[in-house]
């Protein structure tokens, strides 16, 4: 290889271990499964809740030093046949319970039977083992509970970590009998 050929491979691989370096945006939230904007409308809301759902992006392996990274899915499954939900907001929160993200800028509806998913990466470890999601959720006519959790796994090698973390009703918005 003459000197030129040598001098471009090192800077193509330079840029690319820069490039593989580089801090992931953690800043734009990632979702996932089937939902709609719900926007140009006013909602006549009858029934909902807020959930907290303890998820954990990182474990304890002995020490406050040593750790393992997790991927937290968080999955909100419609569990009506017949009519949406309206998932109004779906916050993030840290260990020291400073919210960290906001995954729904604006209100987004879940068909019925539909699940919608938010993501927090492995390398994501910002929200730490004690973070939590608050979600609420509401709906324009009375419908079945949506189930709300979090997943979190990890694979190192042959092994592997999976936790299941079911949301927990904090309020609720119960519909007015009716007179009539």
Not at 24 to 47: E, F, K
Not at 52 to 71: C, F, I, K, N, Q
């Amino acid at each position: 290889m003459n000197k030129l050929s040598i001098a471009t491979f090192l800077a193509v691989v330079a840029t690319l271990l820069l490039v593989a370096c580089a801090p992931a945006n953690y800043d734009q939230p990632i979702t996932t499964g089937s939902y709609q904007a719900v926007t140009g409308r006013d909602l006549r809301i009858v029934t909902g809740q807020t959930l907290y759902v303890p998820a954990y992006s990182e474990v304890l392996l002995g020490g406050r030093d040593l750790t393992h990274e997790l991927v937290v899915t968080l999955a909100v499954h419609n569990t009506e046949l017949d009519a949406p939900i309206i998932i109004q907001s779906v916050r993030y929160y840290d260990t020291d319970g400073q919210l960290v993200r906001d995954y729904v800028p604006e209100p987004i509806e879940v068909s019925p039977l539909a699940t919608t998913g938010f993501l927090v990466e492995a390398q994501d470890t910002i929200g730490g083992w004690g973070s939590n999601f608050i979600v609420e959720w509401v709906a324009e006519e009375p419908v079945s509970e949506p189930i709300v959790e979090a997943v979190m796994v990890s694979r190192s090698g042959t092994h592997g970590i999976s936790l299941i973390s079911l949301g927990r009703v904090i309020s609720q918005t119960i519909p007015e009998e009716s007179d009539e």
